[in-house]
């Protein structure tokens, strides 16, 4: 039989189900290889005694980081909000810097890589979080290079993940790695779950991040380019409505919204997109020229490369049951 031990961390505030879903997805290991691949898996709590997760319930970990622990392949750090009380609690970051030093693979799903990069495990590495926690990540841990729209992320030893179901997607590419693809195949099948996610985050995440501030110079103009997505809109014509130059619409607009209004503009067309995929029935093509796309192509191919997925696979997976509004342009 190979086995492979996992420690499963876990701490009071912690998201249950980014330590569910793995363990579920590492049991089916067992059962669908008849007993001849195994995780072994151990909960290790930062605290003795029950842990209770964000959700309430609670877990008994078989050990906590201050009892000796055997040796283990893989390390996962659950979120939660929970960890931004428990992820720079020294005791903790040196045990996880030891682990590091002996383990093959230390993983942390959603905002659990807090607690990595608090131990000094993100610094040059390549990592994702939910796209929530990205700017207080920046900030905390500058030395981390962050990808904004990644379900999961690998670099070198250490793997970090998008918000809460992501979780399982990590579990699926680690059953890959260790026991191959048709045994991930086979979980994903079981679970009723993708083997690979399509797309990134902005999938689930709003676009329109970037809202300027009521009664700011560029809101109203903000409002005009929402209304009027189908115009063909430049810099030099936005300036010309706010009687200003196009370069000190565009230094304005960045100090004001942290992008330039013509990516302000192109989130928003995608964004306005996103609704009439999920809500109507309307063709592609309407959808392009509503939301200010040259040409169907055009819109498919700015789409699949924003989102990673094409409008025909988003509409199927998003759309809104009863459809709201139906198509009138044949």
């Not at 807090?114 to 994702?128: H, I, P, R």
């Not at 793997?159 to 680690?174: E, F, R």
Request: glycine share 8%; with cysteine; charged share 25%.
């Amino acid at each position: 039989m190979k086995r492979i031990k996992v420690g499963m961390l876990v701490f009071p505030g912690f998201q249950l189900l980014d330590i569910a879903g793995p363990k579920d997805a590492f049991a089916e290991v067992k059962v669908l290889s008849r007993g001849e691949c195994e995780y072994e898996m151990m909960m290790v709590g930062t605290t003795r005694g029950t842990v209770q997760s964000s959700s309430g319930l609670t877990t008994v970990p078989d050990r906590t980081i201050f009892d000796p622990c055997s040796e283990f392949d893989t390390i996962i750090v659950p979120g939660g909000l929970g960890i931004f009380d428990a992820f720079d609690d020294p005791a903790l970051s040196d045990w996880l810097r030891a682990q590091h030093r002996q383990c093959r693979h230390v993983s942390a799903i959603c905002n659990g890589l807090f607690a990595l990069g608090s131990a000094g495990l993100l610094d040059n590495k390549l990592v994702t979080t939910h796209w929530m926690d990205v700017p207080r990540l920046a900030s905390t841990f500058p030395k981390a290079r962050i990808e904004l729209d990644h379900i999961f992320v690998r670099d070198g030893s250490i793997y970090t993940t998008a918000g809460v179901t992501a979780g399982i997607d990590l579990s699926l590419a680690m059953i890959e790695d260790d026991f191959g693809r048709q045994m991930a195949l086979d979980v994903a099948k079981y679970l009723i779950v993708y083997l690979r996610r399509a797309g990134g985050q902005s999938q689930f995440s709003p676009l329109l991040e970037t809202q300027a501030s009521p009664g700011s110079q560029t809101v109203e103009l903000q409002q005009f380019m929402l209304d009027n997505l189908h115009v063909g809109h430049t810099v030099t014509s936005l300036a010309e409505r706010v009687h200003m130059s196009a370069r000190n619409l565009s230094r304005i607009f960045a100090k004001d919204c942290g992008i330039t209004p013509m990516t302000f503009l192109a989130n928003a067309r995608i964004d306005a997109a996103r609704r009439y995929l999920e809500a109507t029935e309307l063709p592609l093509r309407e959808i392009a020229r509503r939301c200010g796309f040259d040409d169907t192509d055009g819109f498919r191919r700015t789409f699949l490369r924003r989102l990673q997925i094409n409008p025909v696979e988003y509409r199927d997976r998003f759309r809104s049951k009863p459809v709201r509004e139906k198509a009138d342009v044949k």
